[in-house]
DNA sequence: AGAAAGATTAACGGAAGATTAATTAGGGCC
DNA sequence: GGCCCTAATTAATCTTCCGTTAATCTTTCT
């Protein structure tokens, strides 16, 4: 899951960054509503977090104008004002979720990993495939109810599969929502992974789950 | 566990803060309602002491104002004068408990303990994880009977564990839990601590506690 | 058969964590 | 106020493990 930050506060975005990385997501930061309109036209985000009081442009210009070109990537709004005004104002703009601060960071990233979740289609934090369960809060795998241990990254990808169940996903898409701006388009790290994932998860059982799609990349589904 | 106390008095703001330093909180303080307001929507604090005779803004519409802005944190209000009306009067605007002084400190402790505990959903005050049994009140552990003696900060780290066990918790958030605001996130403190306490209570024991989540955080479980 | 795409494997390097020692801060006591 | 003892913190070093690379093997399609 990738996201974007917008932030001018140093402090607090480091702070926010290094927290989504220990829940593993990928973070891009930018400090200004330029920047943010920039990265966000450029790069398919998950979701962003904005702060409403950024300089260049503010939070809810941006929104706005994220809006009114059609781009509909999952928006939670911060502000330090903690009006209600602001929160209404913030919704009716257009964006899905609004946190007052002070905020607990464990309350944030529930909201966030939610909006998310809605956007993807699923309502529930446990995800389904098969007898594969995963669990987006605890960053947990089971597979016939036996538990499966996996690394950071190998959690990531199959978690992006598992949002994006029966569809197939291309080696591009995965670096983009799996790997930060900087990624290496020769690499064969997805195909590696997805070699891990199979031993993991599909190996001596009769019902594979990943399935390869010759020239495009990878699909995660129950029936043949 | 951190706390604010909001109280101009000098002499008694810094007996309540050695005090509370003295049981393992984590103390933030300052002198009158406008700072209490901005700290409190800056920080999150796991409880409040407010003072009602402070100057700015007086400590009953400084709650009420927090509790407007959908701010929920415990708050046990502190008054001089001792009457019935004002207990009322706390009470009813929002506030969770309710302290004429002069007071007891061991009184005030009991009490505020009591908020926190209601706040945080749990009743008992004895936590338990296979055999490690903490006691809040007495802040003792023992594990397989025998007891086990903790630093203050040792101890408060692992009271936060307890309390939310069997679920991972970031360095983030110890660093918010657990220390006051200017923490340096580049310290391996926390690092440090998780070392003590694995030396105190896990070292020798077949089952061990303390897990680490590489790259999230640490956890305190029971299973493997 | 040969080329292209994918699968598999081993190995390296670096980052994250564990551990330990050394320094600093603070509380208690005379 | 100064001394002592302990706890808190910093910093340096060691260890482990994961992410990544790259080379080789296998499959698939023309």
Chains 1, 2 share one sequence.
Do not use: W
């Not at 209600?84 to 919704?91: C, I, S």
């Not at 944030?108 to 979740?117: D, N």
């Not at 495939?129 to 538990?147: F, H, W, Y």
């Amino acid at each position: 899951m990738k996201i974007l930050i917008v932030e001018d506060e140093q402090r607090l975005a480091t702070l926010l960054k290094k927290g989504f990385e220990e829940n593993s997501f990928v973070v891009d930061l930018c400090f200004d509503g330029e920047e943010g309109l920039y990265m966000v036209e450029t790069f398919p985000y998950d979701a962003v977090i904005l702060d409403v009081m950024i300089p260049k442009i503010d939070g809810f210009t941006l929104l706005r104008t994220l809006r009114e070109k059609q781009i509909n990537v999952p928006i939670l709004m911060l502000t330090a004002m903690g009006e209600v005004e602001n929160r209404v104002k913030g919704l009716t703009s257009g964006a899905d979720d609004y946190l007052p601060k002070p905020f607990d960071f464990t309350e944030l990233l529930a909201r966030l990993t939610a909006i998310i979740r809605r956007n993807k289609g699923g309502a529930t934090s446990l995800l389904q495939i098969a007898d594969l369960q995963l669990d987006i809060n605890s960053k947990t795998v089971t597979r016939g109810g036996t538990q499966i241990l996996l690394s950071a990254k190998e959690y990531a990808i199959l978690e992006y599969m598992a949002l994006n169940k029966n569809r197939v996903i291309s080696r591009t898409e995965f670096s983009e929502h799996v790997y930060d701006m900087n990624f290496d388009l020769d690499s064969n790290i997805i195909d590696v992974y997805i070699n891990r994932l199979r031993n993991k998860l599909d190996k001596k059982q009769t019902q594979k789950l990943i399935h390869t799609q010759r020239g495009s990349g990878y699909i995660l589904k129950e029936t043949e």
